[in-house]
């Protein structure tokens, strides 16, 4: 199941609107490098020893190589999260015959799992109990 949302994500102080994609089905949350730096103006990520790869909803595989801690705030909830960054993160993808803007991050299980997020079909996004339309 996926919900799309607007939240704030805020790094150093810095802040940006943006298009959030729940994803249940996606294992990491994920944002591409090229976006970060044009919302912030800064490369100061941290580099993996070595390379991790995931997988899009396209199937399309991507290389996870750097990370930053930023905050993820939604209504008055603050996240404090880890976010993969990567190149090959495209500004839409085809699936079948369609064609789909991807958002400008994907927030997987294990952030949702972290804070308590669920998804549900009539609700949309539910946090610990509490519905954030």
């Known amino acids: 199941m996926r919900v799309q949302k607007k939240v704030i994500l805020d790094f150093k102080g810095k802040r940006a609107e943006a298009q959030a994609l729940f994803d249940a ?7 591409s490098a090229k976006k970060f730096e044009r919302f912030f103006n800064s ?9 991790y790869y995931g997988y899009l909803i396209n199937r ?8 930053v801690i930023l905050k993820i705030i939604i209504n008055t909830h603050i996240l404090v999260e880890m976010i993969f960054l990567t190149d090959d993160f495209v500004e839409e993808i ?3 015959d369609k064609i789909i803007k991807m958002p400008d991050i994907i927030i997987g299980s294990g952030t949702m799992d972290k804070y308590g997020i669920e998804l549900s079909a009539e609700k949309g996004l539910v946090f610990r109990g ?4």
Request: proline share 3%; aromatic share 10%.
């Open 25 to 31: 089905g996606a294992g990491f949350t994920i944002m």
């Open 43 to 51: 490369r100061e990520w941290h580099e993996l020893d070595e390379p």
């Open 60 to 67: 399309e595989k991507v290389k996870l190589d750097r990370y």
């Open 94 to 96: 085809k699936v079948g």
């Open 130 to 133: 509490i519905l954030i339309l």
